[in-house]
């Protein structure tokens, strides 16, 4: 079974930062694509960022600048830096990634969620 599990949320002021981080654990042969999304009260869930196994990045508008995805391919996590967060950051925020594990001989990639992680930005 595969697992992705979150930690680091929590209450943080605004202006001040917040590190996210998750790690997978299982039958994993590879990881590719690795991401976090959010989800605030009443609203659906969105993307937030996201990084390929190469290294490459995407940000939500609404985070650019502020946060920062970055991984550890051999320790197989995936972090998010949220400096400068503002109250409207607040939401729980979720780990996704995309991983390959083998079914006998055929290797499958399925995308996987974590159990979420509750930020709170307020003074």
């Known amino acids: 079974q595969v697992q992705l599990v979150e930690s680091g949320g929590g209450l943080v002021q605004p202006g001040g930062s917040l590190r996210l981080s998750c790690v997978a654990s299982?039958?994993?042969?590879?990881?590719?694509?690795m991401g976090w999304y959010r989800q605030a009260p009443g609203k659906g869930r969105e993307l937030v960022a996201t990084?390929?196994?190469?290294?490459?990045?995407n940000y939500a508008d609404s985070v650019k600048g502020r946060f920062t995805i970055s991984r550890d391919n051999g320790k197989k996590t995936v972090h998010l830096q949220m400096n400068s967060p503002k109250p409207e950051d607040t939401a729980v925020y979720y780990c996704?990634?995309?991983?390959?594990?083998?079914?006998?001989?055929?290797?499958?990639?399925?995308?996987?969620w974590g159990q979420g992680t509750q930020v709170t930005v307020s003074s």
């Open positions: 299982g039958s994993i042969f590879s990881i590719n694509a």
């Open positions: 990084i390929t196994s190469g290294g490459s990045t």
């Open positions: 996704n990634a995309d991983i390959v594990s083998f079914t006998g001989w055929t290797p499958q990639e399925n995308n996987y």
